[in-house]
Nanobody, 120 residues
Framework: QVQLQESGPGLVKPSQTLSLTCIVSGGSIISAYYAWSWIRQPPGKGLEWMGV???????YYNPSVKSRTSISRDPSKNQLVLQLSSVIPDDTAVYYC????????????WGQGTQVTVSS
């Protein structure tokens, strides 16, 4: 059973770069049937998809955050990294990593999420 565990700083100051890690266990991030997304949920709002990295390392981003977002992966550690630059208070959210199954055609596994607050 694959499991995803996000980790990060919790509190970030405006204008800084946020860096979050998602450690994947029980499955390989380079498996051809899966892609790996970052999704966030601001307080009182819905889910916002930020971007995805495929098994081949190709990335796609939500245009609303594309200029500030980078998603990378480290197959040797089986982990994913999200970087969000020039953060603002509106970036305060719970951040999730998730696995998308090309077989099921949907997200089939979520991490528990990590709270990030942007505040001076």
């Amino acid at each position: 059973q694959v499991q995803l565990q996000e980790s990060g700083p919790g509190l970030v100051k405006p204008s800084q770069t946020l860096s979050l890690t998602c450690i994947v266990s029980g499955g390989s991030i380079i498996s051809a049937y899966y892609a790996w997304s970052w999704i966030r949920q601001p307080p009182g709002k819905g889910l916002e998809w930020m971007g995805v990295v495929g098994y081949d390392g190709i990335t796609y981003y939500n245009p609303s955050v594309k200029s500030r977002t980078s998603i990378s992966r480290d197959p040797s550690k089986n982990q994913l990294v999200l970087q969000l630059s020039s953060v603002i208070p509106d970036d305060t959210a719970v951040y999730y990593c998730a696995r998308e199954s090309s077989i099921a055609g949907r997200i089939d596994t979520w991490g528990q999420g990590t709270q990030v607050t942007v505040s001076s």
